[in-house]
């Protein structure tokens, strides 16, 4: 008769466990029951089955504390060489020594659980106790480690702060450069090129020149405007708002720049054709050159409400009428000045004497002196403007609220956008003049 194998008895069984064993075996080839019923056997298979998941149970319990001391350490072996990496600069020698030590120590705590894991030699006594202390260890690791990287990135954020506060300085010491070169350049004359200035020696700073008179006459035209809808009892805050929705300005003087962008959109429309389509004269590119720059030097020398006088039936005049009815809204007129008279004596072919008019006149001769100059180039000049959302670039671009700029290079990850342009930019062959734009 073959023997009953009750169950796999592998080494790691307790005593106890083979003993049961073994009696189960005997009482299974003798055929003889204990008293007390035919049930014996199945209990005692019971307490068998019960032994050998308690022994399980056991095992698992060991294996995770041991993986627990095992995780704690390496979590110490990363503390202690993040407190090595922080110590390098400033140089803390003591902090350095103090954090090799416990690299050290903790490499040799996980060769003996190496050498104890292969030697199944692991301490299997009070497992809970070694894996509750382990993870405290490692708590407290993660928390060391967290500390460094605290403290890594406060020194971060104060060099951070201190390259902002020299780039403020630089900009302020660029900023006052530039006003002792205006007042040089404003005490030997007005900025306008000289009257004997030829066709083969225009270069872009005479461009520079009369782009800039241009932006100070819109921005004078673009005061008056905004002091004539106050007066009429406008809001300034929807009026700026219909114009560029859903920008937050900083400060309500900033407000104007939406006005500011409006106008030059309006004025600068169509600056990349010849005459801004106004006038179908057919000449060949070389004469069409000539005639733009000879315009321009006629023009520069007059004055505006002379020229209309002079040749109210010319491209300028017409460029002026124009550029009137699209800018001047027929209710902006009715609302500012109480009638249409302007609007109507333009219509008819004359040209209101009104300070209004006379401010536009004045900022729409320096766009057509601009325009002319642009077609006096080889390649001629082109216009640009840039879209909303666009990343700042300082290539091509230059902002007009410099706080916003200043507040985006302060921040970790400085990327400042585009609300709106404000005056268009321009290229002249390879040369680049920036946009002025305002940013969000």
Known sequence: MDPVNIDVVTPSRSRLSRTFAKVL??????????????????????????????????RKEVTEAFLAKLFSSISSIKAAYAEMQFAQSPYDSETIQSADEMVVSELKILSEMKQCYFTKQVDESSPGTTQLLAEIKELKSVNKTLKIMEKTLDSEHELKQSELTLAREKLKEVKRENKLMEKRLN?????????????????????????????????????????????????????????EPGVVYSSDVHKSFAFESFVCKELFAGFNYAYFSLSKESVSEKKRQRQFFDRFVVMKSQKPKEYLAWKPNSTFAKFCRTKYMR??????????????????????????????????????????????????FE???????????????????????????LSAAGTANADPRVAFTVVPGFKIGKTVIQCQVYLA
């Open 379 to 405: 390649p001629e000049a082109s216009i640009f403007r840039v879209d909303k959302n666009c990343r700042f670039s300082e290539v091509c671009m230059e902002c007009v609220n410099e706080e916003a700029f």
């Open 327 to 376: 800018l001047v809204h027929p209710k902006m007129e009715a609302s500012l000045f109480g009638n249409l008279s302007q609007r109507k004596l333009l219509t008819s072919g004359g040209f209101p004497e009104t300070e209004f008019f006379s401010l536009f006149s004045e900022m729409a001769k320096k766009v057509w002196l601009l325009h002319c100059l642009a077609f006096s």
């Open 187 to 243: 005490s030997s004359g007005p900025l306008s090129p000289p009257n004997n200035l030829q066709i083969s020696i225009i270069s872009t700073s005479h461009f520079i020149t009369i782009l800039r008179q241009t932006v100070k006459a819109i921005r004078s035209f673009v005061k008056l405007m905004i002091n004539e809808m106050e007066s009429a009892g406008w809001d300034l805050d929807a009026a700026a708002n219909s114009i």
């Open 25 to 58: 075996h005997i009482r299974a080839l003798t055929g003889i029951s204990p008293a007390g019923g035919q049930n014996t056997k199945e209990q005692m298979t019971s307490r068998c089955k019960s032994f050998d998941e308690d022994e399980e149970r056991r």
